[in-house]
Structures are given as C-alpha cells and as structure tokens.
C-alpha cells in the first residue's frame, strides 16, 4: 500500500514536471522545472533499488547538463523569444499523432511477458552492495562499451570547441 | 510491490510528452529538453525492467546513455551558441540555410 503512495507520488509529480517543461514560454523557468523532474526520477530510482544510478543522475543530469543548459541560456537573448507564440499554429496534429503513439506503446505493454529473472536478486545486491555489483559489471564484461564512451565523451570535448569557438580573421 | 506495468506506462507517458514538445515547440532550446525527457523516460524503463528481472545490464546501459546525453548536449548547446551567433535567433523557422 505505501509503496503504491510513493509510487503514484512520484508519477503524478514527474508527469505533471514534465508537461511543465514543455509549456512554459521561458526557457530558464523550464530549466528549472526540469531540475525539479530530475531529482524525482532520481527519486524513483531510488525506489528500484539503484543508488549508484540516482546518485549519477543528480550529479551528471542535474549537476552538469542543466548547469550547461542555464550557461548557454544566459549566453543566448531570450527577449524576443518571449514574444512569440508558444507553440507551432498545427499543434493539435502534434497532439493526435502523440495521443495516437501513445495508445499503440500503452496496448503493446499489456502483453509484457517478463523473462527469467538473472542473479542480481535484492539479497546479492544487498551482500555485494550495488556500486561495486554495477562497477564488477561495468569493468569486466562492459569494458569495450566503457571505452567506445570515453571516445564519445573526447569527440565532445573537441566538438564542443570547435563548434563554439569564433571563427578567426585569418583564413 | 508496485507491478512493472505502471513504470512501462509512466515512462511512455513522459516519453510521448517528450515527443509532443518536440514536435509543436520551435525554441531550440526547449525541443533539445525535450530530447532530454525522452532519454530520461527510457531511463526509467530500463532501470525498472533491470530491477525486475534482476538482472544488471539495464542499469549499465543507463549509465552509458547518461553519457551520450551529456555529450550530446554538450555538442547540441555548441551548436546552438553557434547558430545563435550567426543568426541572432533561437528560432527554429528562421533556420532554412538547408533548404537548396
């Protein structure tokens, strides 16, 4: 019963945050909505047992991409964005066309069948403790990946460099 | 014990309002928060079908997204400043250099 009340705490709030982020006509006021959203879904995640993954979405999500999002806001004039009209003139089209995924993502969910359940049972977790569960995972059998994103994140850095630096005179 | 479905449901839910901004906004800015709900609301159905399953892998690849999104909106937001610069605007109609 109470982990149903938390539960339905939290999706109200992360949906109702959500649609929030989206409607609102200053961008920094959505910004700020969406901080809110992610330390609620941090908040869930706490709920499924996922520290380390709650702990790297308020440090990495709320602590660096929004960080970066009210940089570059505050970089950006927005005086004249606050004039124009919120949404595009078709949006009813973009509604129907999202109600109508949503129907087809929600009828296919029913018929969810779960497959066999793996070794990383709440009481290994618990005895293991999760970071270093995730962590043996992470460094053992997902090396690779963990290197191919250490290049996605130097691709970035470049990218992020190059894209933003002001072209110079002499070329 | 909260049944799988309902996080399946709230994260299609904020999935398709990721969508929905997407679709009907034209500041770059908000369309690019969006992508970010998106990411997010997949975030929560991996992370719930790796606890049900108890099974580990759904959480790294939710670690592995986290940074793409970071990436990504590190790149996105240079972009952005970019367009901005040459532009005056973040005003996605008034971006038709591609048209031909």
Known sequence: MLSELFFGYFAAVIILLSVLVITRRNPVHSVMWMLLFFFHIAGLYLFLNAEFIAAIQIIVYAGAILVLFLFVLLLLNLREELKVKRFIGTWPAGLFVTAALLVIVLSVVKSFVPGPAGKYSIEFIKQETHTKALGKLLYTDYLFPFEIASIVLLVAIIGAIVLAKRKTRSK | ?100
């Open chain 2, 1 to 100: 014990m909260v049944p799988l479905n309902w996080y399946l449901m709230l994260s299609a839910v904020v999935f398709m309002i990721g969508v929905f901004g997407f679709l009907t906004r034209r500041n770059i800015i908000i369309m690019f928060m969006s992508v970010e709900l998106m990411l997010n609301a997949v975030n929560i159905s991996l992370v719930a079908f790796s606890h049900y399953l108890q099974d580990m892998r759904g959480q790294i690849l939710v670690i592995f997204i986290i940074t793409v999104a970071a990436a990504e909106a590190a790149i996105g937001l240079a972009i952005i400043i970019a367009l901005f610069r040459n532009k005056g605007t973040v005003h996605v109609d008034e971006m038709n250099e591609m048209k031909g």
